[in-house]
């Protein structure tokens, strides 16, 4: 029997903040330690008091901390870069392993940490950052050059890495090209299907005000802002709901974008129609999906789509644009829809015409939900987690 590893795994930014990137670094941790690892997460510390830890749960070392300057959201917490007794618990901790979830600050304490160990590094990319380029305002193409740059070299200091989508690891792959060092692999993020399937179903229509057992409810979850393509979402509704009045759009989740999106909602074909729920826990947010007909989803700037697995598991059909990540999770025409973005002026027309083709076909829809409940295993944690194992046993095994 291969013995147990010692992991510590570094995070930019970690729960309470609720991201894609912090989801996945907490449930890597909780799916580790459940396999029998000791893991030990290095991570910053939130503004309030840390949460207490069971002995069942992984370690935390609390990494000193600041709230992020515009545009990061609020109780989004950034590691402060100066020596700390976090950084003191990693060294001690010894690691056969030390496990990346940032190129940044936190990804430069992991590399350090690394050399001292002697301990290979493995980097998760979990974000496409030439996608948010457009924060940097005229800065946006000096920025993204030197970003990439940046990123090629954070890369070749790894022993592996692994990217949520397997077009993101081909594209890694392609950048840093076959003679260099790091192993790359596409390992999505796994999710506790036991936990998710024992969240009680919400009531999106009392708390949005609507009919019960008489509207039909299009759900989309994510952070509101413009490179999730949320104008997208909104025209296709607007254009669905055209045609089927009784439509409704649940929107779950808050950002720099929400009170456009409340005020576009005040509009006379989305009056009444439109319902913000601002950020909710993820349980809460769960919960409120499972009593959705459909899942829309349009962002262009995932390397997986978390929420696209999430809705699967909850047994909710998906209608997407097609973009990063989305084939790797959603099986066109069994468990959802798959809808081309190509040319972008006619992608809201395209993804309102596949919500009404959902919409106007009960028994298409009913067969779809049942293929994404029964097809969730693919999902699992367990899966995930022994296929990153695989990969730090690959690691230490070429050192």
Not at 98 to 108: D, E, K, M, R, Y
Request: hydrophobic share 45%; proline share 9%; aromatic share 6%.
């Amino acid at each position: 029997m291969a013995r147990a590893l010692r992991v510590a795994i570094f995070g930019e930014s970690y729960l309470p903040y609720l991201s894609g990137v912090t989801i996945a670094t907490d449930v890597l941790a909780r799916g580790l330690t459940e396999a029998g690892h000791r893991v030990l997460l290095v991570v910053p510390r939130p503004a309030g008091e840390p949460p207490a830890r069971t002995p069942d749960e992984p370690e935390v070392a609390w990494l000193p901390s600041y709230q992020g300057p515009p545009p990061a959201p609020p109780g989004y917490r950034i590691p402060l870069p100066i020596p700390s007794g976090a950084l003191r618990e990693a060294r001690d901790f010894r690691p056969d392993v030390v496990h990346a979830q940032s190129p940044f600050i936190s990804g430069l304490m992991a590399h350090r940490t690394a050399r001292a160990a002697r301990a290979p590094l493995v980097f998760t990319h979990h974000t496409r950052f030439g996608d948010y380029r457009h924060y940097l305002g005229p800065l946006a193409a000096p920025g993204g050059a030197l970003m990439s740059a940046y990123l090629r070299r954070f890369w070749l200091g790894c022993a592996a890495i692994i990217a949520p989508g397997s077009e993101l690891a081909a594209e890694i792959a392609e950048e840093i090209g076959p003679r260099a060092r790091p192993l790359v692999r596409a390992i999505p993020t796994g999710l506790d299907l036991d936990w998710i399937g024992a969240i009680p179903e919400g009531h999106p229509r009392r708390e949005a005000g609507w009919k019960p057992g008489v509207d039909f409810v299009v759900a989309s979850v994510g952070r509101l802002a413009r490179e999730k393509s949320v104008d997208v979402l909104l025209e296709a509704f607007a254009k669905a709901a055209e045609s089927r009045p009784e439509l409704r759009f649940l929107l779950i989740g808050a950002g720099p974008l929400e009170e456009m999106v409340r005020g576009r909602a005040e509009r006379p074909d989305l009056r009444g129609r439109l319902f913000v729920t601002g950020q909710q826990s993820r349980d809460h947010a769960l919960g409120l999906l499972k009593a959705c007909e459909l899942f829309a989803f349009a962002s262009r700037t995932e390397t997986q789509g978390l929420v696209l697995a999430e809705a699967l598991a909850c047994g909710v059909p998906v209608v997407a644009l097609e973009g990063p990540g989305v084939r790797d999770t959603v099986l066109d025409a069994v468990d959802g829809l798959v809808v081309s973005r190509d040319p972008e002026s006619a992608a809201p027309e395209r993804l309102a015409s596949a919500l009404l083709d959902l919409a106007n076909d009960p028994e298409r829809r009913n067969a779809m939900a049942r293929n994404a409940r029964e097809g969730a295993p693919r999902f699992a944690l367990q899966r995930r987690v022994g296929e990153v194992v695989e990969l730090y046993r690959e690691t230490l095994a070429s050192r």
